[in-house]
Nanobody
Framework: VQLQASGGGLVQAGGSLRLSCAAS????????TAWFRQAPGKEREFVAA????????TYADSVKGRFAISRNNAVNTVYLQMNSLRPEDTAVYYC????????????????WGQGTQVTVSS
């Protein structure tokens, strides 16, 4: 499956962005999907995950209550709605997918998008 992340940009603290991850090549409804992020000089960290049906979601503590992951299998797309953004949310955001999985661990994900930059100014 090929993944294309989009929707990043520059936003002021307190603002919102919605990231999209468009999939092609396989039956996307068979794939669990997650968002990870990596800030300069830091390791890649888990942000949010959603199972293949969209029935289960999980979030990093740092984004819980501010971010929401969702999916529309009819258009092969997963979304990350990010509200109340903070400067510490600045990072490159990556979407990732794996068949029939639901995990917070990056090593579980076989397919990765190219990343989209999110910059939050104070």
């Amino acid at each position: 499956v090929q993944l294309q992340a989009s929707g990043g940009g520059l936003v002021q603290a307190g603002g919102s962005l919605r990231l999209s991850c468009a999939a092609s090549g396989r039956t996307f409804s068979d794939y669990g999907t997650a968002w990870f992020r990596q800030a300069p000089g830091k390791e890649r960290e888990f942000v949010a995950a959603i199972d293949w049906s969209g029935g289960s979601t999980t979030y990093a503590d740092s984004v819980k209550g501010r971010f929401a992951i969702s999916r529309n299998n009819a258009v092969n797309t997963v979304y990350l709605q990010m509200n109340s953004l903070r400067p510490e949310d600045t990072a490159v955001y990556y979407c990732a997918a794996c068949p029939m999985c639901y995990s917070r661990r990056p090593t579980m994900y076989q397919y990765w998008g190219q990343g989209t930059q999110v910059t939050v100014s104070s």
